[in-house]
């Protein structure tokens, strides 16, 4: 009886999505990460950075986090120095949430995007991204409504889920899983 060649089905990856966030943004864009990678075929479970135990099974790791007055959330910081080890056999890529996208301000992009990559360090992303966010005067206190005021930021949700979709699933390929 001859042989036949059964062709081989591509294994789908199992990536980690972890995220911090302060006020939602950036929740919504890890969970249109996910849904984006899921329809895809892929295994993607999100999880806030803070309610992360272990990162043992994933073959890719997604992470983002706010950009909050030119500084990183410390949580993220604190996430990477943790599971340096386990993050440094997978590949990672990041993404920053911040207005200056929402702006189209390129210093202040340029900023976040360094930010981002100092955060992550010493891990070397597969790839990295800025996103606009987006603002709720109503989920700011009075003296970040009144500085918000003051420095004219944009209100409103920036967040561009054409992008957003496009960038995740382009991540399969760019972290070759």
Not at 51 to 56: A, E, F, I
Not at 64 to 72: A, D, K, Q, S
Request: aromatic share 8%; with cysteine; glycine share 8%.
């Amino acid at each position: 009886m001859p042989c036949r060649t059964i062709p081989l089905q591509k294994t789908m990856a199992r990536i980690l999505v972890a995220y911090t966030t302060k006020k939602g943004s950036t929740a919504g864009i890890a969970e249109a990460v996910a849904s984006t990678l899921q329809a895809a075929g892929h295994t993607a479970d999100v999880f806030e950075i803070a309610k992360l135990v272990s990162l043992q099974g994933y073959d890719a790791v997604v992470i983002g986090g706010p950009l909050y007055m030119g500084r990183m959330d410390g949580s993220l910081v604190k996430f990477v120095q943790r599971h340096e080890q386990d993050l440094a056999r997978v590949p990672v890529a990041g993404f920053v949430v911040c207005l200056a996208a929402a702006a189209k301000d390129p210093e202040g992009m340029a900023w976040a995007t360094k930010a981002l990559h100092d955060a992550l360090a010493p891990l070397q992303p597969v790839v990295e991204t800025v996103f606009a966010g987006k603002l709720d005067p109503e989920k700011l206190s009075w003296f970040q409504r009144w500085i918000t005021k003051n420095v004219k930021s944009p209100v409103g949700d920036f967040r561009d889920w054409a992008a957003i979709t496009i960038w995740a699933r382009d991540l399969p390929g760019k972290m070759k899983v």
